[in-house]
């Protein structure tokens, strides 16, 4: 693919800012890198077929969906994929992703609103994704909510650790983030912080994934990362090696088995 044509597809693809080796990432390492034009081109691929699913999704037509994608490998943890968002169609028609990305080197995170050719530009380790439309009902919800500025941000708390405890408020990592946001949005009445928003999980019956890290793997990464931290886990799991944090996996369960999405879709 020549440069001029991956501009071309950029655009189309609502690609704006984080091209080069970014400052924000999320289910990847934050090494720095700069994109190739093949890893460009299957990015863009990869945008394009998971428009395509997109859109074809639904009786109806899909209006809000899950996003995840593969930006490290997992496989040794049981897991496919490192990071999720929340996809939604727009004024204009163009899907939108909005999604928690950690400030690399730092402990620090932000709430961002992408386009899917960008949210798929992140040095993938695998060029596949996963759909999960949830009902129309759920939509509905999550669409008010994820439309407007304030309340797509009204649990974001910035203190990050990727491997944060699903029950605790000291840290939030992506995945948390928009599973308290989806909390927040189908009782927006009732759920006005994240101890509520986890209290709802927890009755909905969301179980959260179990690491089971080891001790070396646990001081390693709390001394070498910024962004990893244990120290808001119970100690007795802690000492266990059993690491309880919100995966891509775990919500993709939970929603079928909560009946609350349809089955997840893989796109590649």
Same mark, same amino acid.
């Given at each position: 693919?020549?440069?001029?044509?991956?501009?071309?597809?950029?655009?189309?693809?609502?690609?704006? %800012?984080?091209? +080069?080796?970014?400052?924000?990432?999320?289910?990847?390492?934050?090494?720095?890198?700069?994109?190739?034009?093949?890893?460009?081109?299957?990015?863009?691929?990869?945008?394009?077929?998971?428009?395509? +699913?997109?859109?074809?999704? @639904?009786?109806?037509?899909?209006?809000?969906?899950?996003? @995840?994608?593969? =930006?490290?490998?997992?496989?040794?943890? @049981?897991?496919?994929?490192?990071?999720?968002?929340?996809?939604?169609?727009? %004024?204009? @028609?163009?899907?939108?992703? $909005?999604?928690?990305?950690?400030?690399? =080197?730092?402990?620090?995170?932000?709430? /961002?609103?992408?386009?899917? =050719?960008?949210?798929?530009?992140?040095?993938?380790?695998?060029?596949?994704?996963?759909?999960?439309?949830?009902?129309?009902? $759920?939509?509905?919800?999550?669409?008010?909510?994820?439309?407007?500025?304030?309340?797509?941000?009204?649990?974001?708390?910035?203190?990050?650790?990727?491997?944060? /405890?699903?029950?605790?408020?000291?840290?939030?990592?992506?995945?948390?983030?928009?599973?308290? &946001?989806?909390?927040?949005?189908?009782?927006?009445?009732?759920?006005?912080?994240?101890?509520?928003?986890?209290?709802?999980?927890?009755?909905?019956?969301?179980?959260?994934?179990?690491?089971?890290?080891?001790?070396? &793997?646990?001081? =390693?990464?709390? $001394?070498?990362?910024?962004?990893? %931290?244990?120290?808001?886990?119970?100690?007795?799991?802690?000492?266990?090696?059993?690491?309880?944090?919100?995966?891509?996996?775990?919500?993709?369960?939970?929603?079928? &088995?909560?009946?609350?999405?349809?089955?997840?879709?893989?796109?590649?």
């Amino acid at each position: 693919m020549r440069h001029h044509a991956i501009t071309r597809s950029l655009a189309a693809l609502g690609l704006v %800012a984080m091209m +080069a080796a970014g400052a924000a990432h999320a289910g990847r390492s934050c090494e720095p890198s700069k994109p190739t034009v093949d890893s460009v081109r299957r990015s863009l691929n990869l945008a394009q077929h998971t428009a395509k +699913a997109l859109n074809d999704s @639904g009786a109806h037509g899909a209006q809000v969906a899950l996003l @995840g994608r593969q =930006g490290q490998d997992l496989r040794k943890y @049981g897991l496919q994929y490192s990071h999720m968002g929340w996809a939604y169609k727009s %004024a204009t @028609g163009d899907w939108r992703v $909005v999604h928690k990305l950690n400030e690399c =080197g730092t402990a620090q995170s932000r709430i /961002y609103r992408q386009g899917l =050719g960008e949210f798929f530009l992140d040095d993938l380790w695998r060029y596949q994704a996963v759909v999960m439309v949830p009902t129309p009902e $759920v939509q509905q919800k999550l669409l008010l909510s994820l439309s407007a500025n304030a309340q797509a941000t009204k649990l974001h708390h910035s203190a990050y650790s990727m491997v944060s /405890y699903p029950w605790s408020q000291r840290y939030q990592q992506s995945n948390q983030w928009a599973m308290e &946001t989806l909390a927040s949005a189908m009782e927006p009445q009732k759920i006005n912080n994240r101890q509520q928003a986890q209290a709802w999980l927890q009755y909905q019956g969301y179980q959260p994934s179990d690491l089971r890290l080891g001790t070396f &793997t646990r001081l =390693g990464g709390r $001394v070498t990362s910024a962004n990893i %931290a244990f120290d808001d886990h119970p100690p007795e799991k802690r000492f266990a090696g059993h690491i309880e944090t919100v995966t891509v996996d775990s919500v993709l369960r939970f929603l079928q &088995t909560a009946q609350l999405a349809a089955a997840p879709i893989v796109v590649q």
